[in-house]
């Protein structure tokens, strides 16, 4: 899941801002922690609940795609989350991981994409110590080097150097 669904996010909403997804990991792993020292929210393993964060983020970026589960039902991505949590029931696993995970998901979507879009500030920006890792270890798509540290969205949206020597163009995407 983390794969499929991991790559998806990467390869889609989070292209060239490994840093943004990065600290989508960072926030979610400390958000379960956090979570998880409240005693009656107390579980042994937070992996499944980070998956289930990645799920739900990836369910809220994708809400139309189809999903097809187990090839028995075909739903809707928005739902996914959901019915992987009712199969956990079903089957007899623990249902509180699966609640943190949703809990810190909807947490870190919230804060980064619904409250901005009401009208709020985006409280949850990647800070610049998450960009400079991702530089400093060449982490994703390098930047420019004269490229200051662009937020999400603000339409600095230029392609990485090429690797080819067919074509030493350079290209810019034409923005809204």
Same mark, same amino acid.
């Given at each position: 899941?983390?794969l499929r669904?991991g790559?998806?996010?990467?390869?889609g909403?989070f292209e060239?801002?490994?840093?943004?997804?990065?600290w989508?990991?960072?926030?979610?792993?400390?958000?379960?922690?956090?979570?998880s020292a409240?005693?009656f929210l107390r579980?042994p393993f937070?992996g499944? %609940?980070?998956?289930?964060?990645? $799920?739900?983020?990836? +369910?809220?970026?994708?809400?139309?795609a @189809?999903?097809?589960l187990? #090839?028995?039902?075909a739903?809707?991505?928005?739902?996914?989350?959901?019915?992987?949590?009712?199969?956990d029931?079903?089957f007899?696993?623990?249902?509180?991981?699966?609640?943190?995970?949703?809990v810190?998901?909807?947490?870190y979507?919230?804060?980064t994409?619904l409250?901005?879009? %009401?009208?709020?500030?985006?409280? $949850?920006?990647?800070? +610049?110590?998450?960009?400079?890792i991702v @530089?400093?270890?060449?982490? #994703?798509y390098?930047?420019?080097?004269?490229?200051?540290?662009?937020p999400p969205?603000s339409?600095?949206?230029r392609?990485?150097?090429?690797?080819?020597?067919a074509?030493?163009?350079?290209?810019?995407?034409?923005?809204?």
């Amino acid at each position: 899941m983390i794969l499929r669904y991991g790559v998806q996010l990467e390869k889609g909403p989070f292209e060239r801002r490994t840093a943004d997804f990065l600290w989508m990991m960072i926030f979610g792993a400390l958000t379960l922690l956090v979570l998880s020292a409240i005693p009656f929210l107390r579980t042994p393993f937070l992996g499944i %609940s980070l998956v289930f964060m990645l $799920l739900y983020v990836w +369910s809220r970026e994708f809400p139309n795609a @189809q999903i097809n589960l187990y #090839g028995l039902v075909a739903l809707k991505a928005f739902y996914f989350p959901w019915a992987m949590l009712a199969l956990d029931v079903i089957f007899g696993s623990p249902i509180l991981p699966d609640l943190l995970g949703i809990v810190a998901g909807h947490l870190y979507y919230f804060l980064t994409v619904l409250y901005p879009l %009401s009208g709020g500030k985006n409280i $949850l920006k990647t800070p +610049s110590w998450v960009h400079r890792i991702v @530089q400093r270890y060449r982490i #994703g798509y390098p930047r420019p080097s004269n490229a200051p540290f662009a937020p999400p969205g603000s339409g600095d949206s230029r392609a990485p150097p090429s690797t080819s020597t067919a074509f030493r163009g350079r290209s810019y995407r034409l923005t809204d």
